[in-house]
């Protein structure tokens, strides 16, 4: 088993800064990449930024500039700056793990925890 528990959303004015952070635990494994999507209400979930195990991160356009993707082993931050009212949704973590025991790499997911940015 795997866990992926997240923290550090709340509520923001624009223009506001966050960071959000991710802890994976649990059965052996090695990471193949972690990254953070979001899901706006009425809306299908989106691709924010991942980071691979070789360090090369990727953003979506939206976030370019603003938003800073970290990793420390397994744990992994979202540095968000200059929020905008359009960032407001819950955001997710996800990783790519290679699990020694399965032998087999899989998705995870995190809670998902709700960023909120006031006009």
């Known amino acids: 088993q795997v866990q992926l528990v997240e923290s550090g959303g709340g509520l923001v004015q624009a223009g506001g800064s966050l960071r959000l952070s991710c802890a994976a635990s649990?059965?052996?494994?090695?990471?193949?990449?972690m990254g953070w999507y979001r899901q706006a209400p009425g809306k299908q979930r989106e691709l924010v930024t991942s980071i691979t195990s070789g360090g090369t991160t990727t953003y979506a356009d939206s976030v370019k500039g603003r938003f800073t993707i970290s990793r420390d082993n397994a744990k992994v931050y979202l540095q968000m700056n200059s929020l905008k009212p359009e960032d407001t949704a819950v955001y997710y973590c996800?990783?790519?793990?290679?699990?020694?025991?399965?032998?087999?790499?899989?998705?995870?997911w995190g809670q998902g925890t709700q960023v909120t940015v006031s006009s």
């Open positions: 996800n990783a790519n793990l290679y699990i020694l025991r399965l032998r087999r790499a899989d998705d995870y």
């Open positions: 649990g059965s052996p494994f090695s990471i193949n990449s």
